[in-house]
């Protein structure tokens, strides 16, 4: 009998194959006591095991599909840098002295005692990280126990399948062939997880929390798996089977008219033009946004390189400075628009993980943590001042709440750039500067605060979050995250009315950029910059390039008369059909 299960949509993309249930192999943990000849020898083994992980980990560095993918690196780097922490070496060595127990025995209360913290972390991004601990204990374990094959390869995996399973753990993820993988499958999971990014910049589709799949599906069962909506489909009837078929049969010939869209310019059916710029966190995203012929790069997330390698010290000066410079001769004549540090909440650095919060979303943060962290914030001004002679910078502060808070930013700027001028370090005097919108304060006072920027850039994945009170990253609320909600859509309304009043340039930069039935709404009520990630360039251009303006403009009012979200969706969806009927490819 065919069943529809709903969860939650990981990565874009359909798939219509059968089940593989893809359970990782678990290891019975042996418990014994070694007498005094053999702890030297226990010893040797637990470091050389560590040192075998640490290598085997390198090695997937370099030759995985992934192996020039910053995103895997850095969970790699996280489990490399774990091997050599010196506080987890001496806790196993000490124990292994005084109770002379075996090394994994040990290692299981270790790293069990390390995961019941993460679990009870009042941080969802910390609770997701214990798949990574997890990862890496399995890993170690599997060594020591000298398994043939290894604990991370799919041995059984011979033909193309779509994998099911409770949990995926990153190193799993990373050892997945493409040429048989066609889709993923979990009971569990969340967006921001370390197996979820990796998924994504893979290619693969997937859907997690699909609660009940392990007790409904069988090896070997049919099964449609719908990334785009968050849909998965089993035992499907042949009609059923036809209609997905089609959907994938179009996705594999569109690959050719996107490629030749990308290059084409960002102009809307009636001759309006569109900036369309992109997202990134990586030289090597910029990059790709340069390939597929973006206008620049709208919002940089600078604290990626600090979060990538877990620095123990804030990334230096110098360093900075060779990376946004570097950024910056990628797009030698376009506006590239650098973030400065958003940290805290679900992205710390090391040096700041002992401060415990009972709620970081709201607490020591981006802007906040960089106005008493004065060093770290002016390293980076040095850095971004000096890079500005390479190319055309913005510097961006983000989640600004209050004008006092600005005019702190803004008066250390100035000492910054009063500090180059006595050391005769040559900059750019003129480098515009704004924030980012992502807060309903900040929408509230935009009039105020619009006489201090050159810009705004509304963030809409926070002002969602904190405007409807919602963790977007939490299962069990995430269904009330709708940043297609009349309350957001009147902040956006408000913050446009308010820049073309005070004459202050505006993009959006959030994921409602990428959402393409919201596309020609925002269009319709005045953004003419739009901010998105890469892979997403191309389809955004195509609906920018099929919409007509007046006809958005009408469609904004329409919106703007009705009373519920599900009635605006489906005013949004009628167009996106009506403009979708133009597509010549």
């Given amino acids: 009998m065919m069943k529809h299960l709903l969860g939650t949509a990981i990565s874009n993309g359909i798939a219509s194959s059968k089940v593989f249930l893809c359970n990782e192999r678990e290891l019975l943990i042996p418990s014994y006591t070694l007498n005094e000849r053999e702890i030297d020898d226990e010893m040797i083994r637990f470091h050389d095991a560590c040192e075998v992980a640490k290598q085997e980990l390198k090695t997937i560095k370099k030759e995985s599909i992934l192996a020039s993918n910053s995103k895997m690196n850095a969970i790699l780097d996280i489990q490399i840098l774990m091997l050599h922490d010196s506080e987890f070496l001496k806790t196993i060595e000490t124990n292994l002295k005084e109770t002379k127990q075996n090394v994994e025995f040990l290692l299981s209360l270790y790293f069990d005692d390390l995961m019941q913290k993460l679990e009870n972390s009042k941080n969802p991004l910390m609770r997701e990280r214990i798949s990574d601990v997890k990862d890496l204990l399995h890993r170690i374990l599997h060594v020591l126990a000298e398994v043939k094959g290894g604990y991370y390869q799919l041995i059984d995996l011979d033909q193309p399948a779509i994998l099911v399973a409770q949990d995926m753990s990153p190193s799993l993820v990373m050892n997945l062939k493409k040429d048989l993988v066609k889709g993923i499958i979990l009971e569990h999971g969340g967006r921001t997880s370390h197996a979820a990014i990796l998924i994504r910049a893979m290619g693969f589709p997937a859907v997690f929390n699909v609660e009940g799949i392990l007790q409904i599906v069988n090896e070997d069962t049919p099964i449609i798996l719908d990334g785009n909506e968050g849909v998965v489909i089993v035992n499907p009837d042949k009609v059923t089977e036809e209609i997905y078929q089609k959907a994938i049969d179009d996705q594999v010939n569109n690959t050719e008219y996107y490629e030749h869209l990308s290059q084409e310019p960002s102009v809307t059916r009636d001759g309006v033009a569109i900036t369309l710029r992109a997202n990134a966190q990586t030289l090597a995203d910029a990059t790709i946004a340069a390939q597929m012929q973006s206008d620049g790069i709208g919002l940089f997330r600078s604290e990626f390189v600090f979060l990538a390698q877990e620095r123990k010290i804030p990334l230096s000066e110098e360093a900075q400075f060779h990376l946004y410079k570097s950024v910056l001769e990628v797009f030698p004549t376009q506006e590239v628009t650098i973030r400065t540090l958003d940290l805290g909440a679900d992205k710390s650095l090391p040096q700041f993980t002992l401060y415990q919060e009972s709620n970081p979303l709201l607490g020591w943060r981006a802007t906040r943590l960089c106005l008493t962290e004065k060093d770290l914030f002016i390293n980076q001004l040095r850095a971004l001042y000096r890079a500005s002679l390479y190319g055309n910078l913005k510097i961006m502060f983000p989640f600004i709440s209050s004008e006092s808070e600005l005019r702190e930013v803004l008066e250390i700027t100035k000492v910054v750039q009063k500090n180059l001028e006595q050391e005769n370090i040559p900059f750019n005097k003129n480098v515009p500067l704004g924030i980012m919108i992502e807060t309903p304060s900040a929408v509230l006072i935009s009039e105020q605060i619009a006489k201090f920027v050159d810009f705004f850039s ?103 008369k009705t009373t519920r979200t599900s009635e605006i969706v489906e005013l949004l969806k009628e167009y996106r059909e009506k403009i979708f009927a133009r597509k010549n490819y």
Wanted: aromatic share 4%; charged share 25%; hydrophobic share 40%.
């Fill in 458 to 560: 509304i963030g809409t994945n926070d002002l969602t979050q904190y405007t409807l009170a919602v963790d977007r990253d939490n299962p069990k609320v995430a269904h009330y995250y709708k940043p297609i909600h009349k309350s957001i859509l009147k902040l956006i309304k408000m913050t446009i009315e308010e820049a073309q009043e005070s004459k202050t340039s505006l993009s959006l930069c959030g994921e409602l950029a990428t959402d393409l039935i919201a596309v020609p709404l925002l269009l319709g009520m005045g953004l003419r910059e739009l901010s998105v990630n890469p892979a997403s360039l191309s389809h955004v251009k195509e609906v920018i390039r099929l919409t007509e303006i007046k006809e958005a403009e009408v469609l904004a009012d329409n919106v703007f």
